[in-house]
Structures are given as C-alpha cells and as structure tokens.
C-alpha cells in the first residue's frame, strides 16, 4: 500500500485550485484549498474535491481567506456575511454588504454557508423541541399454555403511556396476569398505577405514585398506595441512568373475608435503566415500603427484565424477565414471595 507524503498531499491541493475558492493557512506554512463549510469553536471543515471533506483543528490554522460569502458570528455575538480575506497572521478582513471590519482568527466563534439557517436559530428550536412534553406508549403480552397430561394456560398483558418533557414527566400503566390449570384459576391479579416525577431543582426533584391492586390468590379484594417524596437522578443519560427517591405513604388493604388494614408508610424506590451493550437494554425497578408503626409489616415489589430489538424494528422488543412481589404478614395459608418468570413480546410506539 502507498502511503502519501505530506508534500504530494499539498501538491494535490495546489491541483484542485483550478476549482477551489477558500484558502486555509496552517501553522506549519502550508495552504489547503477548498470550500469552507463549517466553522466551530474546535474545527473547520473545508470542501475538496481531491480528498472529499476534511476536519481541520483550528489551533493548526494561522488564518483563512474565502471568496465566496461566508456567514461569520464574533465571539461578540456580531453575525457578518461576505467574503473573508486573511491579510497577516491572524488578521481576518470581511466584507460585508453594509459594513466591512478587521478582526483575529480567534475571534470567529462560528461560520456557515448564507443558503443555511443560523446554527444559534438551530439551537434554539432544538431546545424547544425537546422542552415539549411527548407522549410515548407500550404495550406487552407474554402467553403460556400446555396440552396433554395437563391442561394450563396463562396470558399477562402489559400497557404504559408516558408523557415525558425535559423537566417532567407523567407515567400511567396497567397489568391484568390470569392463568389457569385443569380449568381451575391458578392466577388472577389486576395492577393499575400512575407516576408523576418533576425534576424542580436536577439532579433534585419530587415524585408522587399511586397504585391499585386486586389479587384473588392473596385473597386481596383491594390494595391501595400512596406515596410522595424527594427524586434524585445520581447519573442521567441516554445509556444509564439510576434514579433513587424516599418518601412517606399510606397504604390500605381489604380482604376477601371483609378484614382490612392500613397504615402509613415510608416510601423507598429505585429505578435503572442500562443500555449495557448495542443490542440490549437492561430495565430494573425496586420499590420497598415498611409501615411505619411496624417495620416487620412491608411491602417489596421488584420488576427487571432484559429488552431485546426485534429484527431492524426501532417498535418491538423482546423482554426477558422476573418479578417479585414479597408481603412480610400475608394472609393466612398464603406465602410471603410471589415470584413470576416472563418472556414477553412488546410493542412501543
């Protein structure tokens, strides 16, 4: 393979001049010709037509010249457009339609083409953008069954909707799981729920929740709680994120055999979401809440499961998982731990 020196690389340059119109001059007394696109606060990107588009470092570069009109924006905020002449080290002199001013290569916060909209415009419709609260929605289902020496079959069905903003963000969600075993009801439980998480001072915020349980196996005929408190995001971003939040709650519960119980209760609660490699996402939520009068009386509920892209489908997933719900006093001839294994097919959108 051949390697090009730096000297043929220039001289490749100096070629395509026929059709270049911008000069840059580096540091080491060499000249590129091309067409200057972009300007930032670390690079120029510079047009040839003999090596495609190239990134330049702009602590390289000296100065550069461009013959055709370049928007520019000063460090000042002062935004020019005309052709640029570099006149000594560092001077810069632009042309504009009604003004004309000297300056310094290191006062050039920015440049772009006149045909394009102004990067700060950009910026600031982007912020808007994603200052907007969008809803969001999923949906799962996981189906079990079994034919032969024993009859079973099971369905659970999942559905969320999250209206999320930059600040906040709403999150409703619904689960019904029924199963049944030589036509005899193995599994009958019904969840509701909602979520409201605002983010006043981040990584600071506060939360409230609400739930409603029915679960005929723990002989519950209904589970109500409450919860409100401090939210706090130790680290937040696109590929890992870990939230934690404490709080006080109530909880109320009634039985099939009309006996009720309610106490108030500190509310504890995290929520992880890793994208630990490309293809996989790994989702975890704890929630652990004792009564506060008895804290041998209390309630955990942990959900994780692996997300898993279908396919080039950016809408369905495969999540593979488990659940545990664990009551410290169940009802009597009923066991504290509640554990659900689940492969599940899901759909958001």
Known sequence: MKVLSIPFFFCLAFTGSVYALDFIETKDGGTLTGTIKHITHDTIILSTNYAGDITLQRDKIVGFSAEQSLSVRLNSGTVLTGPIKHQEQGTLAITADDASLLTQFNQISESWPPSEKDPEIVRIEQAHTDSLRKWSYDAGVDIAGKKGNSDEFGIAINVAAELAGKDDKLRLYGSVDKAEQEGIDSSDEIIIGSEYTAYTSDPWGWYARTEFERDDFEDLDLRALIGSGLN????????????????????????????????????????????????????????????????????????????????????????????????????????NLDTSYYSRLQVGW
Not at 238 to 265: I, K, M
Not at 283 to 291: C, R, V
Request: glycine share 8%.
């Open 232 to 335: 706090y995001r130790a680290f937040h971003s696109p590929e890992h994120s870990l939230e934690l939040r404490a709080g006080l709650g109530y909880r109320h519960e009634s039985f099939n055999d009309g006996s009720t119980e309610q106490s108030p209760t500190f509310d504890f609660g995290l929520t992880h979401d890793w994208q630990f490699v490309s293809w996989a996402r790994m989702k975890s939520s704890l929630t652990y809440a004792p009564a506060i009068d008895d804290f041998g009386d209390y309630l955990i509920t942990h959900d994780s499961g692996i997300e898993i892209p279908l396919g080039l489908s950016d809408y369905w997933q495969l999540r593979i998982g488990l659940r545990n719900d664990y009551k410290s006093l169940p009802a009597t001839n009923r066991d």
